[in-house]
């Protein structure tokens, strides 16, 4: 086994962990990740995957921010160890459990009371998909209209719902069909800096014919995760949510990716001052990765008939029992947002440092939702599978995949960044010559 503060330099000499036959021969040909990290991973903790040949790998992927905490945080590892010998209920449909319970308290407690929010809680099914067509469909209900305003370059999942409000053609064209109910708007930034695309937005919004139906919601991210880490201001947003106010139009802050804590703040939105009237949660909410999703609404838009939108599988009792550790453990004071944030500085001058070493990169994103965009998505693609060669899982994201991603655990240690930042740093010159120099030999950077 490799040492664990070593994560370069895998040499697989057993072998085991680079058989991937069963999954060639057994597996769909759906799989995305599998592709770019084609080793058979069997251990994790905190921010480093271990394969089946005791390779070591730093993650700067967490399960595609499903891993906040890390893998295996020992705190949260332990309180659902405790309650599962316990005999703790695991599946209760929505009944009441205590294990919900003390979520909900939790909750309520230290997320939204000393936020000044009162949401109620919709357990929706337990993927993000789930969270955002429930969100979707009770701003139809509602209101009583149809269309939903999304943006360019959004993403809130790949079910038919959600699809309406995702801008991907290459996951649009997944569905096999038209899907109607949505209407794509610039995002900040698409129509250059000059432009403010809310006014856009306003403007056809208050003309009957513009052609786009008054909708029920506006949904959109902070931080576009999949769309090639986007931000959009916090002026930007306030100017959202004053034009949805204006129009009476629903506004849904889809947090999956961006929430929990990921940019700085628990909600992707709190230092922007609004107030979502619907907002998503999922990916890190359970704090362990297990599968869990809310739908958050404001009090009087819980319209919803009993049973109308239901599912067996709301409320993973498991993951209440995580996600309550997880409030617990970092969420009691400021004093874990504030060391998210100081990553965040240290991520992005690092990647400063990356980007003006080579022309052609250039940062983006917002707090540990940051990374580098590339030239082209092949040049990114390089990039990470040189990473991968040297102990680095990093993903990309982006229209054409030119967006590499540093998704971090948020309980990352300074030397886990670094020794990370570094594994990219040398795959950045390995990959791009220095300007002017043609030719460089890649591992002569
Ligand atoms: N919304 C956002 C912002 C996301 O980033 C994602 C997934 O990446 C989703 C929704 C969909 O979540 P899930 O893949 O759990 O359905």
Not at 68 to 93: F, K, M, S, T, W
Request: hydrophobic residues 40%; aromatic residues 6%.
């Amino acid at each position: 086994m490799t040492d664990p503060a070593s994560t370069e330099n895998a040499s697989h000499a057993n072998n085991e962990a680079t058989d991937t036959s069963i999954f060639e021969q057994r597996e769909s040909n759906v799989q995305t990740y599998a592709r770019s990290f084609p080793v058979i991973f069997e251990q994790a903790r905190g921010a480093v995957l271990t394969d089946a040949d005791g390779e070591h790998y730093l993650d700067f992927l967490a399960g595609a921010g499903s891993l906040n905490y890390g893998h295996n945080h020992p705190v949260l590892r332990d309180a659902l160890i405790a309650y599962i010998q316990g005999d703790g209920i695991a599946h209760g449909l929505d009944m009441h459990t205590r294990a919900k319970a003390d979520f909900l308290a939790a909750f309520e407690a230290k997320i939204l009371e000393p936020r000044g929010l009162d949401y109620v809680l919709q357990f929706t099914g337990p993927t993000g998909a789930n969270a955002v067509e429930a969100a979707m469909k009770l701003a139809r209900k509602v209101t009583g209209r149809q269309n939903i305003v999304h943006f360019t370059n959004g993403f809130h999942g790949v079910t038919l719902g959600a699809l309406a409000a995702t801008g991907n053609s290459h996951h649009r064209g997944g569905a096999g069909m038209t899907i109607p109910g949505g209407t794509a708007m610039p995002y900040e930034g698409y129509l250059g800096e000059a432009m403010d695309t809310t006014e856009y937005l306003d403007k056809v919004l208050a003309d009957n014919s513009s052609g786009v139906d008054l909708p029920a919601a506006v949904i959109v991210e902070t931080v576009q995760g999949e769309g090639g880490l986007n931000v959009a201001s916090f002026d930007w947003l306030r100017n959202l949510q004053a034009v949805c106010r204006r129009h009476q139009v629903l506004l849904i802050v889809d947090d999956i990716q961006a929430g929990c804590g990921r940019t700085g703040t628990f909600f992707s939105f709190e230092p922007a001052g609004i107030e979502p009237d619907i907002v998503t949660l999922s990916k890190s909410l359970s704090g362990f990765g297990l599968p869990f999703a809310v739908t958050l609404l404001r009090r009087e838009l819980d319209q919803w008939a009993p049973g109308e939108h239901n599912g067996t599988f709301r409320g993973n009792n498991h993951a209440f029992v995580t996600a309550t550790a997880a409030i617990d453990t970092f969420w009691q004071d400021g004093e874990f947002a504030a060391e998210v944030r100081r990553k965040s500085d240290d991520l992005a001058a690092r990647l400063d440092a990356i980007a003006a070493s080579r022309p052609g990169l250039q940062r983006k994103g917002r707090g540990l939702m940051q990374g580098l965009a590339c030239a082209d998505g092949e040049t990114a693609k390089r990039i990470t599978r040189h990473c991968f060669e040297h102990g680095l899982v990093i993903e990309t994201g982006g229209p054409e995949g030119e967006v590499i991603k540093c998704l971090v655990p948020l309980t990352i240690t300074d030397e886990e960044l670094q020794r990370g930042l570094a594994v990219l740093e040398r795959a950045v010159h390995a990959i791009l010559p220095r300007e002017g120099v043609i030719g460089l030999a890649p591992t002569n950077p």
